[in-house]
């Protein structure tokens, strides 16, 4: 595997470009759709430019990171280039292998992965889920890309939706709920409300075993150092991660809006708020996975 493109230079694709170029011993190309839009310094490691079919000729692994709606129409386009040899790996949420299969044709390659922007500092947790159709059976490229940015998990197809909640989601929903002690992340995570984050650290692990995922305290650790090195080495806001992470009108966006502050701070004050929070935010995530499985 020499060449990996990257198809979307977005909230998460760029993260993902800019950390793979530096840790990757290959090339990495960029795309994107704009082309009033530039590449904010990528071109300094990366391929960057704007013909997806010119880059995915010469690519060993292609990785869609373009937003849901606009992955059927990337997939015909680049679908006539798709060779058995190359791998294809969707990191959009809900879109189900079947259907990137019907547009890609029998033979190429094709995994899902739900990253997080905890990439940025190697501390992604990344669920993967393959093709039992693959006429090839080798995943090592899949795994090993995602390897490099954090920890992995294989997981069937059915628990994506978890996943991409338990993921791609986490460091906003954690952001939000941190963000209510109305200190900055440093002084938050460093020294304030710990007996706050242990809390809800714990219901959220709670949650993610409650889902099925056996590893749910080593998967919130995960997501909650990805979030700390966000906030503290790289410097952004709670609001700075929550707008990289939830697309307008998108599943994170619509749980966000679901946790209502007022109410979580009125629980907090109760003698019983362990099992207020709890209850408010299994809603919020069981609305989340739903909302998810009818996209
Ligand atoms: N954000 C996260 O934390 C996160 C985490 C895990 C997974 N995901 C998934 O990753 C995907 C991207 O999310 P995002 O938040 O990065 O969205 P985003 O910020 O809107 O980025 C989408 C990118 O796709 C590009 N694009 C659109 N059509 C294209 C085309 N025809 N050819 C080349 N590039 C094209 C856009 O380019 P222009 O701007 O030039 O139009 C933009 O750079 C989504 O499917 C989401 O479910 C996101």
């Known amino acids: 595997m020499k060449n990996i493109l990257i198809i979307g ?39 960057c430019g704007y013909d997806n079919v010119k880059f995915v000729k010469n690519a060993d692994v292609i990785i869609l990171a373009v937003r849901p709606a606009q992955l059927e129409s990337v997939l015909t386009e680049i679908a006539p280039y798709l060779t058995e040899d190359k791998v294809l790996i969707s990191i959009a949420a809900c879109k189900k292998t079947e259907l990137i299969r019907s547009i890609v044709g029998p033979n190429v390659q094709i995994a899902r992965a739900m990253p997080n922007v905890g990439l940025s500092f190697q501390k992604s947790m990344t669920f993967l889920c393959f093709d039992s159709k693959n006429t090839n059976t080798n995943f090592n490229s899949a795994s090993m890309i995602f390897s490099i940015l954090g920890e992995i998990e294989i997981i069937p197809e059915e628990m994506m939706n978890a996943g991409t909640i ?130």
């Open 9 to 47: 230079a977005g909230d998460i694709g760029y993260p993902l470009a800019l950390t793979l170029s530096s840790l990757f011993d290959g090339s990495i190309y960029v795309t994107r759709n704009d082309k009033s839009k530039g590449f904010n310094g990528l071109e300094k490691t990366c391929t």
């Open 166 to 295: 338990f993921s791609g989601s986490m460091p906003a929903i954690m952001a939000k709920l941190f963000g209510s002690c109305g200190k900055p992340p440093r002084v938050y995570l460093n020294n304030g409300c710990l007996e706050t984050i242990t809390v809800i650290r714990n219901i959220l692990t709670e949650i993610t075993l409650e889902n099925g995922f056996s590893n749910g305290e080593e998967i919130i650790n995960q997501v909650y150092d990805g979030l700390y090195q966000i906030t503290t080495t790289g410097g952004k806001s709670f609001e700075e991660v929550i707008h990289d992470v939830a697309t307008p009108g998108g599943c994170t966006q619509a749980m966000l809006t679901k946790i209502d502050m007022d109410e979580w701070l009125r629980a907090g004050l109760a003698d019983n708020y362990r099992k207020i929070w709890k209850e408010m935010l299994q809603d919020v995530i069981g609305a989340g996975i739903a909302r998810l499985g009818k996209m």
